[in-house]
């Protein structure tokens, strides 16, 4: 089966740094996206890994360990509009279907 | 550039009646995407286009879910007989080719079946 796992809610204090998991069983894998979705409104994309590593874009990281089945994004200097859900997503091998995660909604306090 | 637009914003519907969401998705980029979106849930994905290949529908919760892709552009969804389960978001994303990694979202699609 396909199952992605995130936490739901979590909170942060502006300007600190903000660490979300995401850990993943799908059948084959083409990789991993993460999207923000401030409410109300459609995602937009943040971050790609299909190899091992970690992916440095500006205020935004990502990380994908694909023998553990398992991505974190990592915000860093935490600003008031990162208030937001983000959503981890696997692209399996298995024609084009991505697969979403439930989200986890990020709220980030002054 | 334009982005990918879909229409209606908003749509309210009585239960059993038909409906039909359209996406028109970025110019030039030959894959699409729809996805269901409830209150506070993930995104569930529906149906896949490529170019002129057979989409995958593997998504599709019913046989009253059906899309169409006219000339490689344009999309319709249609739901028929709708039910109140079928209230959510409805989105649609495209992107250059199955091996670009960005989906382009478009702002959704808000169905309410009374």
């Known amino acids: 089966g396909q199952n992605i796992d995130q936490p739901t809610e979590m909170t942060a204090t502006e300007g600190a740094i903000v660490q979300i998991n995401c850990t993943y069983q799908?059948?084959?894998?083409?990789?991993l996206f993460w999207y923000q979705q401030h409410a109300g409104e459609a995602p937009t994309f943040l971050s790609y890994?299909?190899?091992?590593g970690l992916e440095e874009k500006g205020r935004f990281s990502s990380f994908l360990s694909r023998s553990k089945g398992y991505s974190y994004l990592l915000l860093k200097e935490l600003q008031m509009k990162d208030s937001a859900s983000y959503l981890c997503?696997?692209?399996?091998?298995?024609?084009?279907?991505?697969?979403f995660g439930p989200g986890t909604r990020l709220s980030v306090l002054p | 550039g334009a982005g990918v637009s879909q229409s209606p914003s908003n749509k309210v519907t009585e239960k059993g009646k038909d409906v039909e969401l359209r996406c028109d998705p970025i110019?030039?980029?030959?894959?699409l995407y729809w996805y269901r979106q409830s209150l506070g849930q993930g995104l569930e994905f529906l149906i896949y286009?490529?170019?002129?290949?057979?989409?995958?529908k593997s998504g599709l919760p019913s046989d009253r879910f059906s899309a169409e892709r006219t000339g490689g552009s344009v999309s319709t969804l249609t739901i028929q007989r709708t039910q109140q389960e079928d209230s959510a978001v409805y989105l649609c994303?495209?992107?250059?080719?199955?091996?670009?990694?960005?989906?382009?979202f478009g702002p959704g699609t808000r169905l309410l079946v009374l």
């Open positions: 890994n299909v190899l091992d």
């Open positions: 110019s030039g980029h030959t894959a």
């Open positions: 994303a495209s992107s250059l080719s199955r091996g670009q990694e960005t989906q382009y």
């Open positions: 799908t059948s084959g894998f083409n990789g």
């Open positions: 997503a696997v692209r399996s091998n298995y024609g084009q279907n991505f697969v």
């Open positions: 286009f490529q170019g002129n290949s057979a989409p995958d």
